[in-house]
Each structure stands twice: as C-alpha cells, then as structure tokens.
C-alpha cells in the first residue's frame, strides 16, 4: 500500500467497480453451489460475509469520498435485510472509526507543512500510531505543551483529489450499488456527500464550526463538546476526551441506557440549530461517546448545515399538520412549498400516506424506535408496486431543506439501532419551530 491515498482515477474507479461485481460473482457461484446440493441458509450466509469483507477492505484502503460513503450507509444499516444485516453491520460499524492508517513519515510531513518544521516544539508528547482513523484524516493522541491531553487531526495527503474522484464515480456506479442496500435511495445521498464535502476538507472551518458549538454547550449538563486548541488548513488539535464509544451501547447496552442515550442524542439534534445556528451534519454512532459523568461528547463538525434562524418553521407547521391528520392543509401547505411538483395530480389522503413515517414517533407520548420499524419504511416506500412508491415520485424535497431531511433520518436511524424509547413529541414540542401550539 502507497503512503497517501491512491489518486489515480483509473486505480480507484476499477476498486470501486469491483464492490458490485465482486457481489454478482459471488452470488452467482452462490446458486452454483446451491445446485450442487449445498445447504442454502450457510451459502448465503457466506455470500453476505464475503461482500462484508470486501465493502470495508475496497471503501477502507482507498478512504477519500469512497469510505465517505461507507460511513453514510453504515448509519442506514439498521434498514438492511435481516438476513444480510449481521455481516454487514460488523463491517459498516468498523468503517465509523476504522481505516489503514498512514505511515509515521507521512503523517511528521502533512504537521511540518501545517505547522511549521518546529511542529513538535509545541507537544511535550506525540504518539505515531493513530488512536483512530477516518475518510480524509486521521487521529493522533499528544500531550499540548501545557500539559493538556489533545487529539492531533492529521488530513491524509491527496484528500481532496480523492474525495471528489470517489463521489464522481460512486455517482457513475449508483445502479450497481444499489443492490447492497436495498430500501434506500443512494444517488439522491451522493449528490448530497459531494456537495457536502468540498466544506469538510478546510479544517479551518470545521474549527470555526466546533469552537461555536463548544461556547454554546460550554457548562451544559447534558453535552459536551471538546476545545479547539489549534487549527490550519490540513491539522487541528482539540482537546483529548475519553468515554464509551456509542457503538459499544448499541452493540450491548442496557435497555434503559438506550432510552437515556436516543434521548440524549434527539435533543442535541433538534436543539443546537436554536443554541448554535448549526446543525451537526454527520451523526453516524462514530462521532458521539458517553462519558463516564453520563454526558454526550459530540466530535467532527467537519459537516455542518448554516441555520441562522434555527430549525424550518415550516417543517414543525407541516408534521404538525400531519400528526393532527389535517390532510387538506397539509396537502396546502406542500404545495405552497414546493414539496408537490407542478402539475402532480395527488390527494390528501395520498400525502398523509406517505408522510406517515415520519410522523409515526410524534403521534405518541413515547415511541420505540427499531429496526423493524425501519425497515418496514424503507420497504413500504422503495416496493414500486405499492401506491407510496408512485406518490413519493410526485413530491420534491426542495434545496434548503435537504440537507435538514437527510440529517434528521440519519439521527432516526441511530436511534433504531439503540432500539430505544424516547418521548420524542417533546423533544419537538421544545426545539422544533411551528410544531407546538
């Protein structure tokens, strides 16, 4: 393996080409040897190993946008098949924290150029291995020079070419991908990942965006989110903190520490864009940790979406609308805002169809979020055989809402993975502009 990521088109666009083809060959040598006689359930249970194996080996080495993209789905994958959920999952949830790290050398250079040849000067502590790794960049353990624990973010060398080059082709190659993650739109979410990530590559602003956060929250009782110590275009440093990955709860949390995390999440989630005029973009289980007081620790503001105003009023009128089965208003209201296209002959009862999902948490005091429950949506509205499907095709989800949309389902993906039961109405009820009376 080269010391940077891989930047030739050509190399990388064969790497990610070989996910999906890699997944019809194995499948087919599937049925093969399911005509041979062999047992049925353990070949497909192979099958979706393998392809496990090969998505977190071909999106981990090549990182840049292709592991990017990883990440995204990894938040998605409690909407996976049951029968292909447990490999995947394993090999998902390693892309949130997990990637081949960059040698010692390179990583000295990437701190020289950023800070100047006199880099170590300003550490009494540097550790080469990196504690974590990720799509752009890497994380180092150090010790400040004034004795302060700090994590060292060091962006690999070739980042931004790659990240562009991945999402192009990841774009070319959407219809091929498409089969890995039934349910689940994925060209919509890679147009989104690279409008998103030309702003993630300038660590600057990622500094800007968690300084921000950091002043909001500062003192705060239920989040916390670390300093920023120094910042240049390609490192950062920020202060060092240690807790309980939220992978870790997912995987074998208790119950009632579920509920207490999904509930910590919503309400960083729907409060921060009132608090901070940002919302944090990038909410898969990698980027928070439980502290051992009880608190949130929140990471990686690299995406960040500028709400100055806070939250859409709009879209807390519109759930309302919906919850309260105001079907004639509701269908109004989409229209006033572009959610109907021009000419697209729908009916109340049709949007209240539809919308229905998103709306199934609000409609209670408490709602449990799961993976079947999920899955259920993301079956209902991808079976084109079902009038949802025909519906969803006549509604549009315009520009400065998109991104709120895409975040907001994310963080509802998180929590079905937590299974957990939160009173989110009154998470909306506070936070959420034009939801409560």
Known sequence: MTDDIPRR??????RLASLPLGFASRTAAGWGRRLAGGDQDQITADVARRGAEQLFAVLGELKGGAM?????LSVFEAAVPPELAEPYREALTRLQTAAPPMPAARTHRVLAEQFGRGWRE??????????????????????WHDGRDVAVKVQYPGADEAVMADLRQLQRFSRMVQPLVPGMEIKPLLTELRDRMAEELDYRDEADAQRAFAAAYDG????????????????????????????????????EERDRVGLLLSRF??????????????PHPGNFQILPDGRL???????????????????????RLAVEDRADELLDLLRELNFVLPGV????????????????PLRTEKFHFTRAWLRGQAERLGDLRRPEFTTGRGLNLPPQYMLVHRVTLASVAVLCQLDAEIPLRSV?????????H
């Open 68 to 72: 990017k993209f990883g990440q995204a």
């Open 297 to 319: 620790c929140v990471i990686d503001f690299g995406a960040v979406a500028r709400l100055p105003e806070g939250l859409p009023r709009e879209l807390g009128h519109m759930l």
């Open 220 to 255: 705060d009782e239920h989040v916390v989110v670390p300093r920023i110590v120094a910042s240049a275009p390609k490192a950062m440093v920020s202060e060092w903190i240690s807790g309980t990955p939220l992978s870790a709860i997912i995987r074998s949390g208790e119950p």
């Open 345 to 360: 002959d729908m009916s109340p009862d049709e949007a209240m169809t539809y919308l229905g999902p998103l709306t199934d």
């Open 9 to 14: 088109s050509v190399q990388r666009s064969a």
């Open 122 to 143: 300003r550490f009494r502590e540097f550790d080469d291995t990196p504690a974590a790794a990720a799509s752009i960049g890497q994380v180092h353990r150090a010790v």
């Open 428 to 436: 909306f009820e506070e936070w959420q502009p034009g939801f409560a």
């Open 269 to 282: 989630h729907f409060s921060s864009p009132a608090r901070v005029g940002l919302l944090h973009a990038d």
